[in-house]
């Protein structure tokens, strides 16, 4: 019993040998061509992360001296530094540099900054996200304009559902807090206060305005019968 078991192991075997020699003799060609293909496409995976590892290093150095530049006052050389990361650096550092440029620029000079993050608002390319980031940014430049209709609208615009909405809110708040508008000033603060997802610090600043708003303008009048009330009596 155990020879004939080991005669039809030997026959199995011989027989598999056999199969995959007719399959090797057939498809052996395809079968080195397609583990040459994987072998080369592994490889060249390879040396593509560490291009871009590399390039993503090289981009990291340039920006953060970019940076250092413009702290130290040396605009124009931080300029050429972003906008040759803007036109070949890696796409997240491309974005960036954009971004940073047009921070620098509204520095400088406000409109032109609002100009540069009106580009970037307007980019499809761009993620949501950074396109509403960068509305906020231009319509914070233009707060101060001569007309500021276009930034409040822009604001508005914002305040609500934008991930910024919390910020929009404030400076609306804060700018018709200025132009004396308490009533209005007061309902966008009650936005911040009554939203459940409104920052802890952002509440804590809240606290200040209400208080602001709350106490409503101060009069000519009763600025004056303040200060011509009697000095407390002390004992």
Request: no cysteine.
């Amino acid at each position: 019993m155990a020879e004939n078991n080991e005669f039809f192991r030997e026959v199995n075997e011989d027989y598999r040998r056999d199969q995959i020699a007719k399959v090797w003799a057939r498809y052996g060609g395809v079968i080195l061509a397609v583990a040459v293909l994987i072998v080369a496409g592994v490889g060249g995976w390879r040396y593509w992360q560490a291009r871009e590892r590399t390039a993503s290093e090289a981009a990291s150095e340039q920006y953060d001296k970019a940076n250092r530049l413009a702290r130290d006052g040396s605009v124009a050389e931080a300029d050429k530094i972003f906008d040759t990361l803007e036109g070949d650096g890696p796409s997240g550092y491309r974005l960036l540099s954009r971004f940073r440029s047009a921070a620098e620029a509204g520095k400088r000079d406000p409109a032109a900054g609002a100009a540069e993050f009106d580009g970037l608002a307007g980019d499809s390319k761009v993620p949501d996200g950074l396109r509403d980031l960068a509305r906020l940014r231009a319509a914070l430049l233009r707060l101060d304009a001569a007309d500021p209709a276009p930034a409040l609208a822009s604001l508005q615009g914002l305040a609500a559902t934008s991930p910024y909405r919390y910020t929009a809110r404030e400076m609306l708040g804060l700018a018709a807090l200025r132009r004396g508008q308490y009533e209005e000033a007061g309902r966008w603060f009650e936005q911040l206060v009554t939203d459940p997802e409104t920052p802890p610090n952002l509440r804590q600043r809240i606290e200040v305005y209400t208080a602001l708003v709350a106490g409503g303008p101060v009069t000519e009048t009763a600025a004056q019968n303040e200060a011509a009330a009697p000095p407390p009596i002390t004992r």
